[in-house]
């Protein structure tokens, strides 16, 4: 798969940063015939050869991610109700 998103998102810079996907500038039916309006077979597997070439890890998180979350988000809160303390603890 190919991901396709506009620029000017997070996804967008993700993906730009990883050099990877299609950008569009604008969610115009004229800027996706811009961008995919002359995808063949042979650009089709250049763009899906880069996503393949990234670490699978870059597309799934396991338990431990997940762990590692939960306590950095722990540390940005500030809880004053003693009821949502315990229910973060």
Request: aromatic share 4%; net charge positive.
């Amino acid at each position: 798969a190919v991901p396709i998103t506009m620029a000017n998102t997070e996804t967008g810079r993700f993906l730009d940063r990883q050099g990877i996907g299609v950008l569009l500038p604008q969610a115009t039916p004229e800027a996706l015939e811009a961008a995919l309006g002359d995808l063949d077979e042979h650009r089709f597997g250049k763009l899906r050869a880069r996503v393949l070439a990234r670490n699978p890890r870059t597309w799934s998180h396991d338990r431990s991610d997940c762990r590692a979350l939960v306590e950095k988000l722990r540390g940005l809160t500030v809880v004053q109700d003693p009821y949502a303390a315990q229910a973060l603890a």
